[in-house]
């Protein structure tokens, strides 16, 4: 079946370093890729999305490109800050499915 | 504009009991499913309702049951409760169409099962 693969944690980083949190999948369709965060103490939040092969989607800094060849779709920030410390989710959704398929997630901490 | 709300916030069963939990989606939101997270694992997929109907159903036993009533809210029921029940239960959100991969998640059910 659909998986995803993404590395474990906890990274640890100081400020303003580059993160890179590697995610790979495993499905037989199409699938839509994501990354989701989560923050001490609150839901998930969705962060960027890409919905086919070559696509680079972004958000507040964070960017990740949909590697059809590599099945992956590697997460990174140019420079992190504290306030990116939290749990970061990798998932996948088959096209035409209901169901989103979540990596096991990793947990960042950035120090000042 | 509330956002999905969960209630309630903790829960603590024994096992064998029956729990159910409670969601109410983002105001327009039609769609919702339920998900599973187990202490430091992802999320995973119970089942989604879209008009008052269980459209998809992961891994789960049938232990697991759900509702939606028409105004969009959910309800989870477990029964007969296991230890390993124990988790996070979120609730996410959604509207049908060509938006529908744009969950918005609740904060969450903390259940225990002692």
């Known amino acids: 079946g659909d998986s995803v693969t993404q590395m474990e944690g906890p990274v640890t980083l100081s400020e303003e370093a580059f993160l890179t949190i590697n995610c790979t999948y495993t499905a037989t369709g199409y699938p839509s890729l994501f990354w989701y965060v989560q923050y001490p103490g609150e839901g998930l939040q969705l962060l960027l999305k890409?919905?086919?092969?070559?696509d680079k989607g972004s958000n507040k800094g964070f960017e990740a490109t949909y590697r059809k060849e590599t099945t992956s779709f590697h997460l990174e920030k140019g420079s992190v800050q504290v306030s990116d410390s939290a749990v970061y989710f990798c998932a996948l959704r088959d096209t035409g499915g209901f169901k989103t398929i979540f990596g096991a997630g990793t947990r960042l901490f950035v120090k000042a | 504009d509330a956002g999905v709300t969960q209630s309630p916030t903790h829960l603590i069963k024994t096992r064998g009991q029956q729990v159910t939990l409670r969601c109410s989606p983002k105001s327009g939101h039609d769609t919702v499913s339920w998900y599973q997270q187990a202490l430091g694992q992802g999320p995973q997929f119970i089942f989604q309702y879209y008009e008052e109907e269980e459209r998809q159903r992961g891994n789960f036993p049938d232990r697991f049951s759900g509702h939606q009533f028409p105004n969009y809210s959910s309800e989870l029921n477990v029964n007969a409760l296991l230890l390993g029940d124990s988790a996070l239960y979120l609730c996410?959100?959604?509207?049908?169409?060509?938006?529908?991969?744009?969950?918005?998640f609740g904060p969450g059910t903390r259940l225990t099962v002692t």
């Open positions: 890409a919905t086919k092969a070559d």
């Open positions: 996410a959100s959604s509207l049908e169409g060509i938006s529908s991969y744009e969950q918005y």
